[in-house]
Antibody, heavy 120, light 106 residues
Framework: EVQLLESGGGLVQPGGSLRLSCAAT????????MSWVRQAPGKGLEWVST????????YYADSVKGRFTISRDNSKNTLFLQMNSLRVEDTAVYYC?????????????WGQGTLVTVSS | IQMTQSPSSLSASVGDRVTITCRAS??????LNWYQHRPGKAPKVLIY???SLRSGVPSRFSGSGSGTDFTLTISSLQPEDFATYYC?????????FGQGTQVEIK
């Protein structure tokens, strides 16, 4: 059974940093692209970042480019999101999601999310 | 690519047929997915590639469309279907979602 378990969320002041983790089980982690998707309070889903299976390819939304860094440790089946220079507007539930890829791709499994609150 | 859903919310009764539309700001062929999101739960994919039903998803859900205009249909609304539904384009990064359609109980 595929499971994704996020951790590392919490309260941080504007300008601060936080590192999110996502522990993955139940599939061949190194073969799957992984993403972070967030949902701000009262808002819709927003894609944040994606990393390829080997970690060589990374993609970012413009809203986080230069501040957030996605990475992975395939030996530990863990995905990370290093968030620096946090802003109030980064407050959201952050989900990690596994990508299923064939001729089309979609996110086939999601974690339960971890809440990040940026506030003074 | 901007994704625009309509309506933003709707009220319906159990057994009703529900249709949600999604429009892309440019052609995305059939690179369109639909997700269901219940409060406090993980989002769940329902339809991928515009019209392919994800394994394990009830057949009352269906998707159609290509190019810029897409539709998600729930043929007979069930109590567990009350949720927010999002379309998402997988054509090109940045991957974008529609703003969501909240389906509420009438």
């Amino acid at each position: 059974e595929v499971q994704l378990l996020e951790s590392g969320g919490g309260l941080v002041q504007p300008g601060g940093s936080l590192r999110l983790s996502c522990a993955a089980t139940g599939f061949t982690f190194s073969s799957s692209a992984m993403s972070w998707v967030r949902q701000a309070p009262g808002k819709g889903l927003e894609w944040v970042s994606t990393i390829g299976g080997s970690g060589a390819s990374t993609y970012y939304a413009d809203s986080v480019k230069g501040r957030f860094t996605i990475s992975r440790d395939n030996s530990k089946n863990t995905l990370f999101l290093q968030m620096n220079s946090l802003r109030v507007e980064d407050t959201a539930v952050y989900y990690c999601a596994k990508a299923f890829s064939s001729s089309h791709w979609f996110w086939d499994y999601w974690g339960q999310g971890t809440l990040v609150t940026v506030s003074s | 690519i901007q994704m625009t859903q309509s309506p933003s919310s709707l009220s319906a009764s159990v057994g009703d047929r529900v249709t949600i539309t999604c429009r892309a700001s440019q052609s995305i062929s059939t690179y369109l997915n639909w997700y269901q999101h219940r409060p406090g739960k993980a989002p769940k994919v329902l339809i991928y590639a515009a019209s392919s039903l994800r394994s394990g998803v009830p057949s009352r859900f269906s998707g159609s469309g290509s190019g810029t205009d897409f539709t998600l249909t729930i043929s007979s609304l069930q109590p567990e279907d009350f949720a927010t539904y999002y379309c998402q384009q997988s054509y090109i990064a940045p991957w974008t979602f529609g703003q969501g359609t909240q389906v509420e109980i009438k």
